[in-house]
Every structure is written in structure tokens, then in C-alpha cells.
């Protein structure tokens, strides 16, 4: 989800009012992803490198997602929606840690759609606790070395449990990944589309299925 902060300039308004808009999208980006019946469905809405912006917008951004976890909550839980946070959750602090939880607890047994929502996500620092939490469990005799395979390891990545992205969004007119699930979209079909995140809605997601409905999937095997 990119473009906020230049939806604002666009519009001579300060970051937050990108940030706060940028929240729309993200419901109407979840009633597109549950109206086409995608059942799973990650955003990238705040990344490891982000604490790195000046602490008036991180104390924005955490603020704002705070608020939309106490005040979206309901909604979402009526809605059918399985909320799940990935990423480095310890960098927050113990309230927004629990509000996570107060929200994974709730939603929990809702199958409707698979909500991921990456918070302090980054794809090499998910690799690298992975590896870290591996050589734990090798050590303490929990995984035998010769016989880990792919899978094996995937089970130490924060998306245990969640299948391999199919498609892959970026917004903003960008072509980066910016360190986003980097193991896991090994195979993901990438989609880049010329929108600010405020401007995202139903078309912009139509028209992202309707290009990886388009795409020919081989997996590195031969063609035909
Ligand atoms: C995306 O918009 C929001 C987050 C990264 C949290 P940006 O804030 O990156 O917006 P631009 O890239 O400056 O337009
Ligand atoms: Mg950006």
C-alpha cells in the first residue's frame, strides 16, 4: 500500500490526512478481496525500515492503526474476517501488543477471509529469526539438519500456517517488492498499478485479478 504521503501533497495537506485517507482503501480493498471471494489476503501497512521516518509520523501511523483496530474491530469480526498480525510485534508497545491479540482472539474461528496485516514486516528480518529459531530447534534436537526441507523451514517464517502469495499488489506506480515476503514470492505473480493507495478501490482490485487471470503460471517447469 503506497502513495499516501504523495495523495496528500496533491492536495497541499499534511502526511496523516494520506494516512487517514490510505484507511478507506484499506475497507474497500477488504470488501473487493471478500467480494471476489479471495480468501486470503496480506497488507503491507507498516514496514521494518518505517520506524526509520521522522517519530511525528511513526507516532501517527501506530496511532491511526490503533485507532482502526479499536474501532474497525466489530465490523470486521461480523464481516467474517480472521485477523492475523505478521512481523516484528515486540517493537511495539505492550497496548498496541495488545490490542493484536485482543483482535486475533476474537476473530479467530472466522473463515470468511484470511486477514494478514504486516506491521514491523520485513521480508529479510522474517529470514533471518526463521534461521535463528531453526538453529534453536536444531540444537535443542527438535529438527534434524539432513532432513529439513523448504517446507520445513517455512515453518519458522511469521507466516507459518499461510499458503505462498498467488499475486502480489503494489500501488503508487513503483516496481519494488521493498522487502516484503521475500521467501514467500518466489513464485507470486507481480501486478503494479499507477494509484495512489488513497485512490484504491474495487476497479483497481478487479483489475488486478483480471491480470493474473491473464498470466500463464509454469513454475519453472516447460511450457505447454
Ligand atoms: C504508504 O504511503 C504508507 C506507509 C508506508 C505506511 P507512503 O507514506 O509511503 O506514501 P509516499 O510513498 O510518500 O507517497
Ligand atoms: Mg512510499
Partial sequence: MDGNGRWAQARRLPRVAGHRAGAGAVRRCIQAAIGSGVEWLTLYAFSSENWRRPVQEVGELTGLLRHYLRHELAELHREGVCLRVIGERERFDAEMRAEFERAERLTAGNTRLKLMIALSY??????????????????????????????????????DGIPDPDLMVRTSGEFRLSNFLLWQSAYAELVFLDVLWPDFGATHFADALDRYARRDRRFGARPG
Avoid: K, M, Q, W
Fill in 122 to 159: 520485513g521480508g529479510r528480518s522474517d529470514i533471518l529469526r526463521a534461521s535463528l529459531r531453526l538453529a534453536e530447534a536444531v540444537r535443542v534436537g527438535a529438527v534434524d539438519p539432513e532432513r529439513l526441507d523448504e517446507a520445513g523451514f517455512a515453518r519458522f517464517l511469521s507466516t
